[in-house]
């Protein structure tokens, strides 16, 4: 990302306008910092990134993320015809200084199973997953690795539940996913396997890789048959133990909806509907387990609130974002990711600048936080991808090459997250008109346009 960073800077600080022509050498002065040695194109500064506070961090300097998601990546990979997609996606999110990609870790009982069954694996396809994760690292992008699905795609919890009933188990509910002790021993033979993979393009066993940000338990879990959240509890403390007990130096996460649940009653107003507190998860205690790093949060107001485009949605995205930030400060002591977030093509109403309001809202919120150095720690979009896979599109997709202004929007914040992170402005002994310069380019939410 360093080689086109001094360019971003500068045009950034000329485009909102805060930069008089005595002032260049400023902007020149921060734009070479940020371009020059502080950024994770230094071999040195591959390391793992860490939770201090509520804040990510590497090397010790904090680490707001710019990032997207991209689920095929792996499946992609295992087919010679479409591996150089994934190569496309990581060039391109890497050219709008996007630094944190989402992505599957699992495939189970499908077409191009990863999993063909339990602890059975597709080497072919496990390669796959090896080749996404060194492309990454090539594009300095890290990734956040989902360990199953609570939904059918790919497998999750209902695949788990046939192998059980496959193998004799008397089970009724894919929810016993969560509480048959069996079915929890496929999923830990799983997590066991990824974690101690030795890549085999890049030699590093995934659990000392750097590039990989996080583990994710499971991609949106619910319990619906225990409302109380109790099985869904007793899942998340089991796995959170077991994950840190192999591999105590990545994060994990849960990969939670952010939905607030019976034991925070004061809080349900936040949610989207009334549904939303009975599906077996509970923002506020389900993070409090040990092992739990930080903080996940999906929005899709479209979903949950309406399909229709309405001004609800952008009042609902920024109460809701504001109610787990502010939670994650006082109640939960970690950052919170807000995992996944955008609005459907196929929305009656939509078009492209409401996406692009949608876009600016989730950013703009983010960077109120920001400037607190609060626990608002970055956002992922949902989705983007390449050009040639429009029949992949589920609505939700953004191709850059086709949405040059929401790329642009994209690349503002991607500046000014590195600006932010960089080692200029925590380490350098700026004058006053350096810092109140930068000050104003970062934080000034009022006035900066996306």
Not at 160 to 184: C, H, M, Q, R
Not at 327 to 341: I, K, R, W
Request: hydrophobic fraction near 35%; aromatic fraction near 12%.
């Amino acid at each position: 990302m360093s080689e086109f960073l001094p360019f971003l800077v500068i045009s950034l600080i000329m485009a909102i306008g805060v930069v008089s022509t005595r002032d260049q050498d400023v902007a020149q002065g921060i734009s070479e910092s940020v371009g020059g040695g502080g950024g994770v194109d230094d071999d040195d500064s591959w390391q793992m990134v860490e939770k201090k506070g509520n804040q990510f961090v590497v090397n010790d300097q904090p680490f707001y993320v710019n990032g997207f998601n991209t689920y095929w990546l792996m499946v992609f990979a295992a087919d010679k015809s479409t591996r150089g997609k994934v190569t496309e996606v990581f060039q391109q999110a890497s050219s709008v200084g996007l630094t944190l990609c989402r992505t599957w870790a699992f495939n189970d009982g499908q077409y191009r199973a990863l999993q063909k069954s339990p602890s059975v694996y597709d080497e072919e396809v496990f390669s796959a997953l090896d080749f996404a994760v060194s492309e990454a690292k090539k594009y300095k992008i890290r990734l956040i690795l989902s360990l199953v699905n609570n939904w059918d795609a790919y497998g999750g919890k209902a695949q788990y539940v046939k192998w059980g009933k496959a193998a004799g188990l008397n089970l009724t509910s894919d929810d016993e996913f969560f509480s048959n002790p069996t079915v929890k021993s496929y999923y830990k033979s799983h997590v066991k396997a990824v974690l101690n993979r030795v890549n085999t393009v890049t030699n590093v066993t995934y659990k000392e890789d750097p590039t990989i940000f996080a583990w994710e338990l499971m991609n949106e879990p619910r319990c619906t048959s225990d409302p109380s959240g109790d099985t869904l509890q007793g899942w998340i403390q089991e796995m959170a133990v077991y994950v840190k007990s192999m591999d105590p130096k990545h994060l994990v996460e849960i990969g939670l909806e952010g939905f607030y649940g019976p034991s925070t009653p004061n809080k349900v107003q936040f949610n989207p509907n009334t549904y939303a507190q009975k599906v077996g998860t509970d923002f506020i205690r389900n993070h409090r387990v040990l092992g739990i790093d930080f903080a996940s949060v999906h929005i899709y107001a479209d979903s949950w609130i309406s399909q229709t485009i309405s001004d609800a949605h952008i009042q609902f995205t920024k109460s809701w974002m504001q109610a787990h930030i502010d939670d994650a400060e006082q109640y939960l002591g970690m950052p919170v990711l807000f995992a996944e977030f955008g609005v459907s093509a196929n929305d009656p109403g939509y078009n492209s600048s409401f996406r692009e309001t949608l876009i600016s809202t989730v950013y703009k919120t983010l960077l109120e936080s920001t400037r607190e150095g609060g626990a608002g720690s970055g956002s992922l979009l949902w989705q983007l991808f390449p050009d040639g896979t429009d029949y992949m599109d589920d609505g939700y997709a953004i191709v850059l090459s086709k949405s040059p202004s929401t790329s642009n929007i994209i690349s503002l914040h991607s500046t000014r997250m590195a600006i932010f992170n960089s080692r200029c402005l925590w380490k350098c002994k700026w004058g006053c008109k350096k810092q109140n310069l930068l000050e104003t380019i970062l934080f000034d939410a009022d006035t900066a346009e996306y």
